[in-house]
């Protein structure tokens, strides 16, 4: 479980295809001699487990269901990722309840500034938007964030300039790909409320 707040922006040291897997390295700031083999890290939001430490990094194996629910599949040498360790039961939890199970992919619609903030508006699938409440949560690339505004297939966000400043959306463009979670108890009361019918 993650809570969405960003602790390290990585970037993609290398990225491997097999038999429609991948292995990913990252290299990350974050202090890898700490972490244990087969640890939980959130890769853009996809919780993803270590197989391997590196000196200044980590690598991880890629599933072919994660490939095809996410991004990860989509990027480069170079990409920037945001990552996060999974919380720990005796912390505060400042973002949202995050699980790392990506609901599927969005496209960045449009950037706009708006004085300090930076206002990012994203397409989804209907079948996302219809989990999406203004005002409730949302995980972009694992970042958590509040929905301002939404619509059936898109909603947007104001990013505080720490926010912008401290996770890959810094270098995101009209066009580019990002992991959507939403809203975990919005799921689970969609799913109950389904079951009902």
């Keep these: 479980m993650f809570t969405g707040l960003i602790e390290d922006v990585g970037r993609i040291g290398a990225l491997r295809f097999k038999n429609g897997a991948a292995v990913l390295t990252v290299k990350t700031k974050l202090q890898v001699r700490r972490m244990t083999?087969?640890?939980?890290?959130?890769?853009?939001?996809?919780?993803?487990?270590?197989?391997?430490?590196?000196?200044?990094?980590?690598?991880?194996?890629?599933?072919?269901?994660t490939l095809a629910r996410t991004n990860l599949g989509k990027l480069s040498l170079g990409s920037l990722v945001n990552l996060e360790q999974p919380m720990r039961l005796q912390e505060r939890l400042g973002g949202h309840l995050v699980t790392g199970h990506v609901d599927g992919v969005g496209t960045v619609a449009s950037i706009r500034k708006d004085g300090e903030f930076t206002m990012f508006t994203f397409s989804v699938p209907a079948r996302l938007g219809a989990l999406l409440v203004s005002k409730g949560s949302v995980a972009v690339d694992g970042v958590s964030l509040t929905v301002n505004d939404c619509r059936r297939d898109r909603f947007s966000v104001a990013i505080i300039p720490f926010t912008l400043q401290h996770t890959n959306l810094q270098g995101r463009r009209v066009g580019d790909k990002v992991n959507i979670e939403t809203d975990l108890i919005g799921k689970y009361v969609h799913s109950f409320l389904e079951k009902r019918r």
């Design 37 to 65: 083999l087969g640890a939980s890290v959130a890769v853009n939001g996809a919780c993803l487990t270590v197989v391997k430490k590196l000196s200044g990094g980590f690598t991880v194996d890629i599933s072919p269901e």
